[in-house]
C-alpha cells in the first residue's frame, strides 16, 4: 500500500518561511508527478504546487514567487518551501501522488497544518 508523510507544519508569524517534507512508500516514485494541495476552514481544497516527474513545475497564482516544489528522487521525498509566509496561507497542507500523464492524483498523505499568525 502506498504510503504519503508529510512533515514540517506548525504555526510561524506572518513574513516567515517554512518547508514541507513528503516522503513516498511503496511507488516507483520517480514516474510520479506530486502535488501539494492546500485546504482552508469553510474552502474547498486547491492545489498549490505541483512538480512532474520530468521536473516540470506548475503553481497556484497566489503562491507564485513566494513557494518553491521540488523533488528528490533518490530519497522519495517531494518538497515546497515557502517562503514569505501570509495569514491566507493557513490551511492544511496535502501531499499527493499521480503516476505520469495521469490526470488524477491518486494517493494522498494525512495533511500537515500550516498556521501563518498575522
Known amino acids: 500500500q502506498v504510503h504519503l508523510v508529510e512533515s514540517g507544519g506548525g504555526l510561524v508569524p506572518a513574513g516567515d518561511s517554512l518547508k514541507l517534507s513528503c516522503t513516498a512508500s511503496r511507488l516507483t516514485f520517480p514516474i510520479y508527478d506530486m502535488g501539494w494541495y492546500r485546504q482552508a476552514p469553510g474552502k474547498q481544497r486547491e492545489l498549490t504546487a505541483a512538480i512532474r516527474s520530468d521536473g516540470g513545475t506548475n503553481y497556484a497564482d497566489s503562491v507564485k514567487g513566494r513557494f518553491t516544489i521540488s523533488r528528490d528522487n533518490a530519497k522519495n521525498t517531494a518538497y515546497l518551501q515557502m517562503n514569505s509566509l501570509k495569514p491566507e496561507d493557513t490551511a492544511v497542507y496535502y501531499c499527493?501522488?499521480?503516476?505520469?500523464?495521469?490526470?488524477?492524483?491518486?494517493?494522498w498523505g494525512q495533511g500537515t497544518q500550516v498556521t501563518v499568525s498575522s
Open positions: 499527493s501522488a499521480r503516476f505520469s500523464g495521469s490526470t488524477k492524483y491518486d494517493y
